[in-house]
């Protein structure tokens, strides 16, 4: 597992270069742009790039720019755009500017017609089999079109009536005319435009041809001014092509510059491969709490902070590598131990009679957070008759078991000390309830009886009992890396990634639960509210347990 950095953190490689631009005075400000495809949610990985592209512009007095990277017209949809939006709003970042790749359709047209006319790109009628088939080889180069070098009018033409929807898809497409023998594949006459009669989210049908990535990205950089365009190491081939357009266009020279994916273990993250999970039903949906989405997150329970943290500590790096899950827990863990309220839940009940116990009610004030002063205390009932957890009493308990039994003592927390004295059991020989004596004397905060105890237990009276529906979530993959495993990566699926309590006893503190409230439950673990709840049923996600499996190495 990576070490984890000490505060005062150096910069990332990226940073450095921006520092060193900065310094130099190659640059009096820094523009980025965050371009997110809106073909799905935005995960984990996203948000290390978020965080990398806002962080900069942060550290560095600079801006971002939100552009939407809209040129495939078939697979994208404004509900993403909507929750591309809701999601970087939601990490804590705020863009510059909401720009659209397909906004510059107009001018990327243009552009394609200057390559045109400088000779630089021309109409191209084989098929994309064919132009697969004369590609060639790394180590061969590949062959002219035959159709390599009509005239710039004959190209002009061609090009002005794919747009007006003479041709059919695939019939013909611009290639940029760079050179057969390149000894990078991408810049062997690439495309630039393909023809297709598909509705576009945003610019409707006024398009049947539509500009490839590589002749999208780039000019839309430079029609920003983006200074400094982080990508992903996949791309690194590419930025030959980037730069050539931007020499060719004569256009502002934005730099691309790539860092390595963030890969997390038990999930997959491609938005290719997280649609199947919700198209074929293996989760509720795009945010369904087990999702390693920035939606799915924030269903859980994650907070923003703890994910800029974990991003943070997982870094930028040249070279891929595989993040722990438990990192990202660990995140979390640490900061709902600062700001949750804890409260106290059964979820699975045996009774308990406090025999002794002569008010009808005792009210206790308990607090709400000992890691917060300010978080106050709320009341809770102590009754006659309480729940207590039933794995919490053994009738006939090991050595070292320091809850309840028959003649044993425990602390019941922010209450008192009892004492078990008599137990009541069915035909079958089941305990189904428990007969204690409490000691008035040994009220917590006022404890003047003298006893010691080991264990103290987590408890709810029960007429006052509230019932909840508990969702308790195990990592959705058996295996650590379902992207290299043999097969279909859905094979890999954890068929037991949640388990649901449909009734837990909660204390009637719950009533005046905010959705926005993150919870302790005691000895449980850290639960946020579902939003399936409502005011006759609450719901709870498990956000993450309490036990820390993440070992900081020494
Ligand atoms: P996916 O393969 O999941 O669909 P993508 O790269 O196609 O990812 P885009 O919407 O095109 O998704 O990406 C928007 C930005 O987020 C890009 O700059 C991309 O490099 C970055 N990004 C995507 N996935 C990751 C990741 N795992 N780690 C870091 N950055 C990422
Ligand atoms: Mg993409």
């Keep these: 597992m990576e070490e984890i950095k000490e505060e005062g953190k150096s910069l990332n490689f990226v940073e450095e270069i921006i520092d060193n631009d900065l310094k130099s005075g190659k640059y009096t400000s820094i523009l980025t742009r965050f371009p997110p495809e809106p073909n799905g949610y935005l995960h984990m990985g996203h948000a290390s790039s978020i965080c990398l592209n ?40 705020t863009w510059a500017n909401e720009f659209y790749a397909s906004d510059y359709f107009d001018k990327l047209y243009e552009y394609a017609i200057q390559l045109i006319k400088q000779g630089d790109a021309y109409v191209d009628d084989l098929s994309s089999e064919e132009i697969a088939a004369q590609k060639g080889t790394p180590t061969e180069p590949g062959q002219h079109s035959p159709y390599r070098d009509r005239s710039t009018a004959e190209n002009l033409d061609l090009f002005a009536r794919m747009k007006a929807g003479e041709f059919n898809e695939g019939q013909k497409t611009l290639r940029a005319k760079i050179d057969m023998a390149s000894s990078n594949m991408l810049l062997r006459d690439p495309l630039l435009y393909r023809i297709k009669f598909a509705h576009h989210h945003r610019t409707g049908d006024k398009w049947c041809i539509y500009p490839m990535y590589d002749f999208a990205h780039g000019q839309s950089d430079s029609i920003e001014n983006i200074t400094h365009s982080i990508c992903t190491l996949e791309f690194i081939p590419h930025r030959a092509l980037y730069d050539w357009c931007i020499e060719k266009l004569g256009i502002y020279p934005s730099h691309q510059y790539e860092f390595a994916r963030l890969n997390v273990n038990y999930t997959v993250m491609s938005k290719r491969k997280l649609l199947q999970l919700v198209n074929e039903r293996h989760v509720s949906g795009w945010d369904d709490p087990r999702m390693p989405t920035i939606s799915g997150m924030r269903r859980r329970g994650y907070t923003p902070s703890a994910i800029r943290e974990f991003c943070d500590r997982a870094g930028i790096s040249k070279r891929e590598k595989i993040n722990d899950i438990s990192l990202l827990e660990f995140c979390v863990r640490e900061e709902l131990n600062k700001i949750s309220l804890r ?5 699975d009940p045996i009774k308990v009679i406090i025999t002794n116990l002569e008010e009808e009610l005792i009210h206790l004030a308990i607090e709400n957070n000992p890691e917060d002063e300010h978080s106050g205390t709320r009341q809770v009932p102590f009754t006659k008759e309480i729940y207590i957890e039933r794995e919490d009493f053994m009738e006939h308990p090991p050595k070292k078991f320091f809850r309840l039994a028959p003649g044993q003592s425990v602390r019941l927390k922010g209450a008192f000390i009892i004492t078990c004295n008599d137990i009541v059991k069915d035909i079958e020989g089941n305990v189904i309830e428990i007969h204690c004596n409490y000691i008035p004397e040994s009220r917590s905060g006022n404890d ?39 097969g ?5 699926i954890n068929p037991e990634s949640l388990h649901i309590i449909p009734i837990a006893y909660a204390e009637p503190a719950f009533k005046e639960a905010k959705q926005e409230n993150h919870f302790q439950f005691l000895r449980k673990g850290y639960f946020f509210m579902d939003k399936d709840s409502n005011n006759e049923h609450l719901v709870f996600n498990r956000t993450v347990s309490l036990k820390d499996s993440f070992t900081k190495k020494a």
């Excluded at 409260?343 to 979820?347: D, Q």
């Excluded at 279909?488 to 890999?492: N, R």
């Design 54 to 93: 806002f962080g900069i512009a942060q550290k560095f007095g600079g801006k971002t720019n939100l552009r939407f990277d809209d040129t495939n017209p078939v697979t994208e949809d404004t509900e993403y755009v909507e929750s591309i939006k809701e999601d970087i709003k939601w990490l804590g970042f």
């Design 343 to 347: 409260r106290m839940v059964v979820f």
């Design 488 to 492: 279909d990566f859905k094979e890999y």
């Design 448 to 486: 003047t009886s003298g006893l010691k105890v080991q264990g103290t237990l987590h408890w709810v009276s029960v007429p006052f009992a509230t019932p909840v529906e508990i969702r308790e979530y195990e990592r959705l993959f058996k295996v650590e890396n379902p992207n290299s495993e043999e």
